[in-house]
């Protein structure tokens, strides 16, 4: 009788080469995605040892960390970006790679672009020089973040030896309650089991949760599991998945599609199967979540209470106390963007609370849609005229105040409620304070001008 498998052994058997005498796994690579940041030296190290890409129809490059996402591009405000950006063409270029350049149509966060074009598919796995690569288990795709001398391997052989990670089920219990999202859990998990509760494996959500939540959700919850220590989150393939990769403009046929469900069948969880570790996290008790200090796992009801034994050094930095209440805290700016929450759904969810209302005079609020067909798709249903309307600045696609590379930066001491995944020290600004939190929350922030539990707005229209 064969073992028992989970789905995460599954894909991962199906991709393995060959057992190396050190443990490691030699993994097929079906797609390497890359950006401006990460591939300089990978490409120079091609260029020394004469080697060419060994499967370039396999490989796609994105414009997104520096690229200025201000009317006209500006990309002279961020030192070294145009030269950086021009490299890349050029690799691009001479390797024979796809890229999607910052004129280009469908220009975008990589994390963004490549699952809502078609080209991320279930059973696949993808690497990109970015720790957010996890994003791709949204559609049930292996994805990991990868370095430098990593990205060349992959580029000259499109595979990769890796130890291969522990299994860990995340079982989802429980209803999800009216206004809260995929954000929302993902912040409660961390701050309930901690921003090392995933380190050495690989993770599937599971549970009636999930069921229930669309593609672009299951994207923002695997994108964050990089946040708990885990280099791989996942869900399982079902009819939502193939229902949303159908309507991409780079999908396969519906006869290919057809196949690759059948064969998604294969992979499938085996009743009996185990997984190494196993966290149980009930969502039908979750309130909108907001981050209080300076990991993503310092995280609490916005309408609750900083912990009484909160870490001191966070506290510090973020100028707030123990005990306290962050309802009505001044904030400055509002972000609502990155390959965390700039999907459609995103900024729908934003517009809603946002509709008829006006930004605080004391906000500078931007909203920077996670790609260009992303920012078409809002102004086709004339969500950039909410946003505008309000006091948003309505920007052109771009990591924008996410890693803060590219001029979108917050002054020392501002406070920001931001849609991103990591609130660290001076990461949006040198003695910036960030607030992670979901869309809804950004909003309420970006209209009161002081931290907002999102539900008393909603529906609520002025």
């Given at each position: ?9 599954k894909v991962w058997d199906n991709h393995e080469v060959e057992r190396l005498d050190n443990g490691q796994s030699l993994l097929f690579i079906d797609r390497l995605l890359l950006h ?45 970006g145009p030269e950086m950006l021009e490299m890349f063409r050029r690799n691009a270029r001479d390797f024979g790679i796809r890229h999607f350049d910052v004129d280009d149509d469908h ?104 069921a229930g939540m669309t593609v672009e959700a299951r994207m923002t919850l695997c994108n964050m599991a990089i946040e708990m220590g885990a280099r791989i989150g996942m869900t399982a ?226």
């Amino acid at each position: 009788m064969p073992e028992a498998r989970t789905f995460l052994d599954k894909v991962w058997d199906n991709h393995e080469v060959e057992r190396l005498d050190n443990g490691q796994s030699l993994l097929f690579i079906d797609r390497l995605l890359l950006h401006e940041l990460s591939t300089p030296r990978a490409f120079e190290e091609l260029r020394k040892r004469g080697l060419k890409v060994a499967n370039p129809d396999l490989v796609i490059g994105f414009s997104d960390h520096i690229v200025s996402t201000e009317p006209g591009r500006a990309t002279g405000n961020v030192p070294g970006g145009p030269e950086m950006l021009e490299m890349f063409r050029r690799n691009a270029r001479d390797f024979g790679i796809r890229h999607f350049d910052v004129d280009d149509d469908h220009q975008g966060i990589v994390h963004v672009v490549a699952p809502e074009l078609g080209l991320i598919l279930p059973g696949m796995t993808v690497v990109c020089g970015d720790s957010h690569t996890c994003t791709m288990g949204g559609v049930s795709a292996m994805g990991w973040g990868i370095g430098t001398s990593e990205i060349a391997q992959v580029l000259a052989t499109q595979t990769l030896a890796i130890r291969k990670p522990g299994t860990m089920r995340v079982e989802l219990t429980g209803a999800l309650p009216k206004g809260v999202s995929a954000k929302d859990i993902v912040l409660g998990l961390i701050a309930e089991f901690g921003v090392s509760a995933g380190v050495g494996h690989m993770v599937e959500f599971t549970g009636e949760a999930l069921a229930g939540m669309t593609v672009e959700a299951r994207m923002t919850l695997c994108n964050m599991a990089i946040e708990m220590g885990a280099r791989i989150g996942m869900t399982a393939p079902d009819e939502a998945t193939f229902d949303y990769i159908a309507k991409r403009p780079l999908a396969p046929s519906p006869d290919v599609l057809e196949t690759l469900r059948r064969a998604c069948e294969d992979v499938a969880t085996d009743p009996g199967a185990t997984w190494d570790k196993t966290l149980t996290f009930d969502v039908s008790r979750l309130r909108p979540q907001i981050t209080w200090g300076t990991t993503p796992g310092e995280a609490m009801a916005i309408c609750g209470t900083i912990p009484a034994a909160a870490d001191a050094r966070a506290l510090d930095y973020m100028q707030l106390d123990a005990g306290a209440s962050l309802l009505g805290t001044p904030v400055n700016r509002v972000f609502i963007g990155s390959c965390t929450n700039g999907r459609l759904s995103d900024l729908r969810e934003a517009a809603a609370i946002l509709q008829g209302r006006k930004v605080a005079a004391t906000v500078r609020a931007l909203v920077v849609p996670g790609s260009m067909s992303v920012k078409r798709a809002a102004e086709a249903e004339g969500l950039d005229l909410i946003f505008k309307e309000a006091g948003f600045e309505w920007r052109d696609s771009g990591c924008s105040m996410c890693p803060g590379l590219n001029g979108d930066k917050a002054g020392a001491g501002e406070r920001i409620v931001s849609t991103t995944n990591r609130n660290f020290e001076n990461r949006q600004g040198t003695g910036a304070r960030t607030h992670l939190a979901s869309p809804a929350s950004a909003a309420a922030a970006a209209i009161t001008g002081v931290i907002t539990d999102p539900g008393a707005l909603a529906g609520a229209g002025t």
